[in-house]
């Protein structure tokens, strides 16, 4: 009889090549759709670089249209008054005025004009003119008798800081300069255009003249390279707005000799408007020609 060992190795050996000859269970086939997804997809980032544009420098000089070419109509200040008269038809004279733009040709930089004129035919003569000059003094008397609605100092710069502004124009005698400016009002008066300054002429040594000449007179001060001003009337004649026209433009054009010294500064082009009406742009001429409507035709009011 074999020994156990010997028949228990057979077994094991006849066990393993029972188990080697069964063919095993294939894997249950998955469709295509179900099967998860083990490829990974990879996708390169994508850097967008923002195109960075010049910013165009500033030109020095404000642009102005070239006036040769003559891509626009210009027309005589009688045929100009014609168009703006037409388009005003309808509303109150009195509450209509000419109003004039003068175009300069200048740097952006560079000095302003700014003056005050009296028109041969004022256009607005109710002004309300006060006067910093010491109380109670005989300058204050003669201010007062002149035509001024208030004089004085401390009693005038304390209703100046309360916002009591009734007054359209504000005149300081040389002597309370130092007042004015230890007072401060700059913020207050500055924006409003009612600061006195030397320059301005409404710092004086004859308060009493400054008041009589201050009357019938206009401000005007260049912003963005145009001066613009109430130039009128609507009831005024072609002639009357001939005789204003000419008196500013003179003006200017001598202020720009004086500052063309620093820096060029001229006289561009002059634009006539009312106050609902367009912006026509003047030749220099009454009259185009003998056919062109007479002034006589424009000197009655509407």
């Not at 228990?8 to 029972?18: N, V």
Request: proline content about 6%.
């Amino acid at each position: 009889m074999a020994p156990i060992d010997r028949c228990l190795a057979s077994m094991a050996r006849l066990s393993l090549t029972q188990f080697s000859q069964v063919a095993r269970p294939s894997a249950t086939s998955i469709p295509r759709f179900l099967a998860p997804a083990l490829v990974q997809h990879r996708q390169a980032s994508v850097v967008r670089i923002k195109k960075t544009t010049k910013k165009r420098p500033i030109p020095k000089d404000f642009k102005r249209r070239n006036l040769e070419k003559r891509q626009f109509p210009q027309f005589s200040l009688c045929e100009a008054m014609r168009v703006l008269r037409a388009v005003e038809v309808g509303q109150p004279p009195a509450s209509v005025k000419y109003e004039i733009h003068i175009n300069l040709k200048t740097a952006r930089n560079g000095p302003v004009v700014k003056n005050s004129i009296r028109l041969p035919h004022p256009v607005q003569s109710d002004w309300q003119i006060a006067v910093i000059c010491p109380e109670g003094s005989d300058i204050a008397n003669a201010a007062t008798a002149a035509g001024a609605i208030a004089v004085g100092e401390e009693t005038l710069f304390e209703a100046i800081r309360q916002e009591k502004i009734d007054f359209d124009r504000l005149i300081c005698h040389e002597s309370s300069e130092k007042a004015l400016n230890k007072a401060g009002l700059g913020k207050i008066l500055g924006p409003k255009g009612l600061m006195p300054s030397k320059r301005m002429k409404t710092i004086v040594a004859d308060v009493t003249k400054s008041i009589r000449d201050s009357a019938g007179a206009a401000d005007y001060r260049e912003r963005q390279g145009v001066i613009r001003m109430g130039i009128g009337q609507l009831g005024y004649s072609p002639d009357q707005l001939k005789a204003n026209i000419h008196a500013l433009l003179k003006k200017i054009k001598s202020e720009c000799a004086e500052i063309s010294e620093e820096v060029s500064k001229e006289v561009h082009e002059v634009i006539l408007s009312t106050t609902h009406g367009p912006a026509l742009s003047l030749n220099g001429k009454l009259k185009d020609s003998e056919d062109d409507v007479a002034p006589e035709a424009l000197s009655s009011v509407m």
